[in-house]
């Protein structure tokens, strides 16, 4: 049966190795208060995310998914995020999606565990990680929106296929790569090239978030160009189990530096 959960994902105890969470604010420029918060990986004291994904293999991925499913969840409760209107973000490996129904079953109870609602979870997962098959990710997607769940791709326009992939599905969010946005308001291919993105995301009902905003300069060129929503250490670093505060202007500057 599609519902039975596989030992391999079953709960994480197949793994090695434990980690934690921070989180980092996606804000919304017009409230200027988070629209959601992306869980990231880190080591159990706080070290980074590679110390940590470095010992996943193909043996582990699906333990190692489901692991960060089950953290993200618990740490932002922990952290207070039921307390605010925000939404929570986890990064995904659709390789190690074996089937969208089974696998979402041990994300399912320990949302109903900690009276997380399922309407605020968002599943985003990167182009960077090569498609195996396409198909497959794409009845992903189509599976979590039918379930409620947002869906999001990230690192757009940095990774494997692009517009190809969107071409395939469209999930209900893009995340802009932040090599697209560096230095975008002196770049005029690169305004050009965003511009037309945010038009054709517009145009099939897909909100585009920009990532890795580290400038005031930056910011004013997105807000000209009509996005909303905005991700980077402008207004945030992630911060260690906690849901940080969200600073713009000179402060968030010199915090970044």
């Keep these: 049966m599609a519902s039975k959960v596989c030992s391999g994902c079953r709960d994480g105890d197949a793994l090695s190795f434990d980690f934690s969470m921070a989180f980092q604010p996606i804000v919304d420029i017009k409230t200027n208060t988070p629209f ?46 039921l307390n605010t209107p925000a939404r929570l973000s986890i990064n995904f490996l659709p390789n190690a999606v074996y089937s969208p129904v089974a696998c979402i079953q041990l994300t399912l109870k320990t949302a109903a565990a900690t009276n997380f609602p399922t309407d605020r979870l968002i599943f985003e997962f990167t182009e960077n990680e090569q498609m195996v098959d396409p198909a ?44 697209l946005i560096r230095n975008l308001d002196a770049s005029l291919p690169r305004r050009m ?45 992630p911060a260690f189990e906690a849901l940080p505060k969200v600073e713009s202007g000179p402060t968030a500057l010199t915090r970044a530096a």
Excluded: W
């Excluded at 070290?47 to 618990?74: G, H, M, P, W």
């Excluded at 038009?199 to 978030?209: D, F, P, R, S």
């Design 136 to 179: 497959h990710v794409a009845n992903i997607i189509a599976t979590y929106q039918k379930m409620g769940f947002g869906t999001a791709l990230d690192d757009f326009g940095a990774g494997h296929a692009g517009l190809n992939l969107l071409a395939r599905f469209q999930p209900d969010i893009i995340k802009l790569d932040m090599e």
């Design 193 to 237: 090239i965003v511009d037309g993105v945010i038009k054709m995301c517009g145009a099939l009902g897909i909100t585009v978030i920009a990532e890795g905003i580290e400038t005031t300069g930056e910011l004013t060129a997105l807000k000209e160009l009509g996005v909303r929503y905005i991700q980077g250490f402008l207004f945030a670093k």
């Design 36 to 81: 959601a918060y992306e869980a990231l990986v880190r080591g159990l004291g706080g070290e980074s995310a590679y110390s940590v994904l470095s010992q996943v293999t193909e043996a582990n991925r699906y333990a190692f998914d489901q692991r960060c499913r089950v953290k993200a969840i618990e740490a932002a409760a922990a952290a207070g995020i």
